[in-house]
């Protein structure tokens, strides 16, 4: 589970590409990808290792018609777990 302070970064199987043909952002893993909205695709940009998840849900939260923090942070919270569960991300030291 990622803390305030976990610094989040896309796991070494993991690739961020924006799709041409059908204009979105793709997370790929071997044998399978996941198709990203907008505010995913913002969260997984930042998942360099730099940013704590603190940063992120600040950044997220100062984005022009964002809800409120609290929702920003418990659907953003949601979203790094499940891709850590998979093994997508890892906490930098």
């Known amino acids: ?7 989040p970064r896309l796991a070494a199987k993991a690739r961020l590409r924006f799709d041409r043909r059908t204009n ?4 790929l893993y071997p044998e ?3 198709e990203l909205n907008a505010t995913a695709a ?4 930042l ?3 730099t940013h704590t998840v603190r940063a992120i849900l ?3 939260a100062a984005t022009p018609g964002a809800p409120s923090p609290d ?9 790094l777990d499940r891709l850590a ?3 997508l991300l890892r906490d930098e030291p």
Do not use: D
């Not at 589970?1 to 610094?7: D, F, N, V, Y």
């Not at 979105?24 to 997370?27: D, F, P, S």
């Not at 913002?42 to 940009?45: L, S, T």
């Open 71 to 79: 929702v920003v942070a418990q659907e953003a919270l949601t979203f």
């Open 42 to 45: 913002e969260i997984v940009k």
């Open 1 to 7: 589970m990622m803390s305030a302070e976990s610094r």
């Open 58 to 60: 600040a950044h997220l």
């Open 85 to 87: 569960a998979r093994g």
């Open 24 to 27: 979105c952002y793709l997370l």
């Open 32 to 34: 399978c990808g996941l």
């Open 47 to 49: 998942c360099t290792g």
